[in-house]
């Protein structure tokens, strides 16, 4: 059996998708999750062999779920299966671990497929997101160069802060982590802002997973 865990905070979504699924009779969906932290919990609770996952949720994104995954579960692999084919989700989603993205209006057939091809080892990509990666590849965004000071500028500590952010971790967890206190850990962040230039924790993340500025 292939085990399967669903990740969307859309109930209507993850409904939909275990009555698709609990008709396929080498498919069993063994958990369900509302976002990326239900899901990494749930993956270590249940070891599934792949992961459903939706991009944009509440407490953490897809994104951040996979990245996390990828570190402490490499053997679990992420299926990305959104609504969004924006560049930035489909070049942060690639570069997090996740070893296919589709989007949410892929027929039924393909989505059993993939689920099937993925847990073997393949990669699925919708057409029109490979579009997009294919272009990337053969034109690369000048963007990425324009970031490079940032890695330079980044003190160790800095470094070190940005990767939990980037896992997921509140103020309180990272100051625990790393023997700090809150507010040390708060001077951090506000000056990781200023430096990477974005106004919140998600934009820092997103960015740090951009342009490889955590390992």
Not at 89 to 103: K, P, Q, S, T
Request: contains cysteine.
């Amino acid at each position: 059996m292939i085990r399967i865990i669903l990740c969307d905070d859309q109930e209507i979504v993850t409904e939909g998708m275990t009555l698709i699924l609990s008709v396929v009779a080498d498919f069993s969906v063994v958990g369900v999750a509302r976002d990326g932290a239900e899901a990494v919990t749930l993956a270590a609770k249940l070891k599934p062999d792949i992961i459903l996952m939706d991009l944009r949720m509440p407490i953490l994104n897809g994104i951040q779920a996979t990245r996390q995954l990828h570190t402490h579960f490499p053997e679990i692999r992420v299926l990305v299966l959104t609504t969004y084919d924006d560049d930035a989700w489909v070049f942060d989603a690639i570069r997090a671990g996740a070893a296919g993205y589709l989007l949410k209006d892929t027929p039924r057939e393909h989505i059993i497929a993939a689920i099937r091809g993925t847990v073997a080892g393949a990669t699925y990509v919708d057409p029109k997101v490979a579009a997009k990666l294919f272009a990337h590849v053969a034109h690369p965004s000048p963007t990425a160069k324009a970031h490079d000071h940032i890695a330079i500028d980044l003190s160790e500590r800095e470094r070190e802060i940005l990767k939990l952010l980037t896992d997921g971790l509140n103020n309180t967890d990272i100051a625990e982590h790393l023997h700090l206190s809150k507010g040390t850990v708060q001077n951090y962040i506000s000056n990781l802002f200023v430096k990477l230039e974005v106004t919140d924790r998600t934009q820092a993340a997103l960015l740090a997973l951009r342009y490889g500025l955590v390992e």
